[in-house]
């Protein structure tokens, strides 16, 4: 636990109102460790990105719970989740969300099996399919309170492969410019990190799937290390009659 990287990583976190007790944080390094066993044997991150593991993925996928907060119990998708990605970490720090971990390509569902029962991440089960196919289905249509995706696709196709396996039922009324952080989501949403040129693909969004209640946060715990992920943000996407409001 006394490396630099992991110790710069939790310092980080900390600031940013992300706390880890001590089975947390031996998790998260198990994780890892797991995470670059794997990846030498199959290509479940970039070859770069394991010399900064901590920072580049444990660290991006977690920067997003210092803007947003799901209920408890809340059942979430992990769309393309590659390797685990940001499935494991979250489950890691919410226990008590039911998280599934969906990828289309099966020798990645495979290894992510693995490090899911190594981990004894009892709340966490993975999937192997098409998100576009799986939303039709028994299991997944109308199952999940939020999607999460992690540089899979253009938000357009995010929005119409997120849609169907959304849930419908949901109290409240929309609150997402509450100004007040961090802001809770109780669905449904698609929570969506994306870089690159936001604006021209959030105008090919509103052209391909509508106007859609939306908004685009900073992830500010990006800014606090040398992550190579400048310009990243954070999209969510309000689906239906949702409540998003202050925590």
Same mark, same amino acid.
């Given at each position: 636990?006394g490396?630099p990287e ?7 976190c900390?600031?940013?109102g992300?706390?880890? =007790?001590?089975?947390q ?5 198990d994780y890892?460790?797991?995470l670059?066993? $794997? =990846?030498s ?5 970039? *070859?770069? /990105?394991?010399? =900064?593991? $901590? ?9 997003? $719970?210092?803007?947003?907060r799901f209920?408890?119990?809340?059942k979430?998708?992990?769309l393309?989740?590659?390797?685990? #990605? ?5 489950a890691i720090? *919410?226990?008590d969300?039911d ?5 289309s390509?099966?020798k990645?569902?495979?290894a992510?099996?693995?490090i899911? *029962? &190594?981990?004894g ?6 999937a192997?399919g098409?998100a576009?196919?799986?939303g039709?289905?028994s299991?997944f249509a109308? &199952?999940?309170g939020?999607?999460l995706?992690?540089?899979v696709?253009?938000?357009?196709e995010?929005i119409r $492969? ?6 419908r039922?949901f109290?409240g009324? &929309?609150?997402?410019r /509450?100004?007040q ?7 449904p949403t698609?929570?969506?990190l994306?870089?690159?040129?936001l604006?021209?693909e959030? *105008? ?7 106007e ?8 500010p715990l #990006? ?8 310009g990243?943000?954070l999209v969510?996407?309000?689906?239906g009659?949702?409540?998003?409001g202050?925590?």
């Open positions: 636990m490396k992991f110790i710069e990583f939790e310092r980080v900390r600031k940013g992300i706390l880890l =007790n001590e089975a944080r031996t998790q998260l390094q890892v460790n797991l670059l066993q $794997w =990846n044997r199959i290509n479940l991150i970039s *070859r770069r /990105s394991m010399e =900064n593991v $901590w920072t580049e993925q444990i660290l991006h996928c977690l920067a997003p $719970w210092t803007v947003i209920p408890e119990s809340h979430i998708l992990d393309g989740t590659g390797g685990g #990605l940001p499935g494991i970490p979250l720090v *919410r226990p969300a998280i599934v971990l969906l990828d390509v099966r990645k569902t495979d992510v099996r693995e899911v *029962r &190594a981990l991440l009892k709340h966490v089960s993975v192997t098409r576009e196919e799986l039709r289905r299991g109308g &199952a999940f939020a999607v995706a992690r540089g696709a253009p938000l357009e995010l $492969w997120a849609g169907p396996m959304l849930a039922s109290r009324k &929309a609150n997402l /509450s100004g952080r961090p802001i809770l989501l109780e669905g698609l929570v969506a994306k870089g690159g040129d604006a021209a959030l *105008r090919r969004a509103a052209v391909k799937t509508g859609r209640d939306l908004e685009v946060f900073d992830l #990006l800014d606090e290390v040398e992550t190579g992920l400048e990243k943000k969510v996407v309000r689906f009659g949702g409540k998003i202050p925590v």
